[in-house]
């Protein structure tokens, strides 16, 4: 069975412009969470995406957004890209209402420069 | 909100010896708590979790301990070896409603030396 695929692997972004972070959860998921690991400053909550809608967002600014595809499916939107955005991007998904145990992809490295 | 905080940052280790890793939270709505282990260039991994009506679960050479009262909960490797080296994660979850909102600890760098 698949686990969670994040992509791209790796993103270099100009400062001001837009990224997209791509997530596919576990087969059966319907949920979809995202992370933001910056460097010294451990994992951080941004979003929590639940049967298609937004269930709770982090202390993040709205340039930070996001939407929860049919297939559970995810992408995470990070609009006037700022240095300090740079940092690995974590997706999790777990089983919703019906369980807890997340499980993390592999992170989508954004630098921007 | 949900505060955890994570000692120690930094943990070294001989090969065969044991681990411990100790986490406190703030929120006595916190009833979930996983810990994840993260290797270099990888994303975090579900390595055990415990929820708040059990006080000790046990997997092989990993377990975790929970103090509901003190609200503290602690990670203890066994026969440490080498593969274990890692970035230890503790996280707390209040899973009110659904969902698993995790609020992580800071990390602790493990490292097993031969």
């Known amino acids: 069975e698949a686990g969670v695929t994040q992509s791209p692997t790796h993103l270099i972004k100009t400062r001001g412009q837009q990224a997209t972070l791509r997530c596919s959860p576990i087969s059966g998921h319907t949920s979809v969470y995202w992370y933001q690991q910056a460097l010294g400053l451990g994992l951080q909550f941004l979003l929590w995406?639940?049967?298609?809608?937004?269930?709770n967002r982090g202390n993040f600014p709205p340039r930070f957004s996001g939407r929860q595809f049919p297939n559970y499916s995810s992408e995470l939107n990070v609009n006037a890209l700022e240095l300090e955005d740079s940092a690995l991007y974590l997706c999790a998904s777990s089983a919703g209402l019906r369980g807890t145990e997340a499980f993390f992809g592999q992170g989508t490295r954004l630098t921007v420069v | 909100g949900e505060n955890v905080e994570q000692h120690p940052s930094t943990l070294s280790v001989q090969e065969g010896d044991s681990a411990v890793i100790k986490c406190t939270y703030s929120d006595s709505a916190s009833n979930y708590f996983p810990w994840y282990k993260q290797e270099l260039g990888k994303g975090p991994q579900l390595i055990i979790d415990i929820r708040s009506n059990v006080g000790e679960k046990k997997d092989q050479r990993i377990a975790v301990t929970l103090n509901k009262t003190a609200k503290h909960f602690s990670l203890h490797i066994t026969e440490t070896q080498p593969e274990d080296s890692a970035v230890y994660f503790c996280?707390?979850?209040?899973?009110?409603?659904?969902?698993?909102?995790?609020?992580f600890g800071t990390g602790t760098q493990l490292k097993v030396e031969l």
């Open positions: 995406y639940d049967e298609g809608e937004e269930r």
């Open positions: 996280a707390a979850s209040p899973f009110t409603g659904g969902g698993n909102k995790l609020t």
